[in-house]
């Protein structure tokens, strides 16, 4: 599986940003899929995934302000920020996993995921 990451931009914070994982192969409904971000100087930090059954899962900073969603037809995963804050600010990377992902713990975890995207960077100005 091959990931593509675009839609990363400037943006002022209260705005909104999609972010947008498009997968190769023929099997993307079957993973799940997931946004992590990364700070330089800092680990890579799990923000939200989508198991292959739509059950998302979302680290409590970003609740309620992002939205992770996938269309299968389309191998596409997608993850809508809004209310972006400054502290959004990252470069934000989407990843797969052949995993069941069944809890938070196991989504959240890095080494849950086979394949990952180049980034994308996400600047929020305050």
């Known amino acids: 599986v091959q990931l593509q990451a675009s839609g990363g931009g400037l943006v002022q914070a209260g705005g909104s940003l999609r972010l947008s994982c498009a997968a190769s192969?023929?099997?993307?409904?079957?993973?799940?899929m997931a946004w992590f971000r990364q700070v330089p100087g800092k680990e890579r930090e799990f923000a939200a995934a989508i198991r292959w059954s739509g059950t998302t899962y979302y680290t409590d900073s970003v609740k309620g302000r992002f939205t992770i969603s996938r269309d299968n037809a389309k191998n596409t995963a997608y993850l809508q920020m809004d209310s972006l804050k400054p502290e959004d600010t990252a470069v934000y990377y989407c990843?797969?996993?052949?995993?069941?992902?069944?809890?938070?713990?196991?989504?959240?975890?890095?080494?849950?995921?086979?394949?990952w995207g180049q980034g994308t960077l996400v600047t929020v100005s305050s």
């Open positions: 192969g023929r099997t993307f409904s079957s993973y799940g």
């Open positions: 990843a797969a996993s052949s995993m069941a992902l069944r809890t938070i713990t196991s989504a959240q975890a890095v080494g849950s995921y086979e394949y």
